[in-house]
């Protein structure tokens, strides 16, 4: 009775999920960008602190996107366990 709802329902959240997954990665790589620039123009004009700001920054990113993809998907997964049965 409930399976074609389901069946909707699963199909937006994959949905959902892709459009997070891409703008999540749109938003690193514009964030990585910014970070390059930055630290490229601070190795340019001497400003060590700069330079290394935008190095931390970098290394931030790629801590936050490992995140997103390793470790929500594992809650996901754990959270489906929760699901209880149907009562009938």
């Given at each position: 009775?409930?399976?074609?709802?389901?069946?909707?329902?699963?199909?937006?959240?994959?949905?959902?999920?892709?459009?997070?997954?891409?703008?999540?990665?749109?938003?690193a790589l514009l964030g990585g960008l910014y970070y390059v620039l930055q630290g490229t123009a601070g190795a340019a004009f001497g400003a060590s602190r700069m330079t290394s700001m935008a190095i931390i920054g970098v290394v931030g990113l790629v801590i936050i996107v490992l995140f997103a993809f390793l470790f929500l998907p594992q809650i996901g997964e754990m959270l489906k366990s929760f699901q209880p049965a149907a009562p009938f």
């Open positions: 009775m409930f399976d074609p709802i389901l069946q909707q329902i699963l199909a937006i959240a994959r949905d959902a999920w892709a459009f997070m997954a891409g703008l999540l990665i749109v938003v």
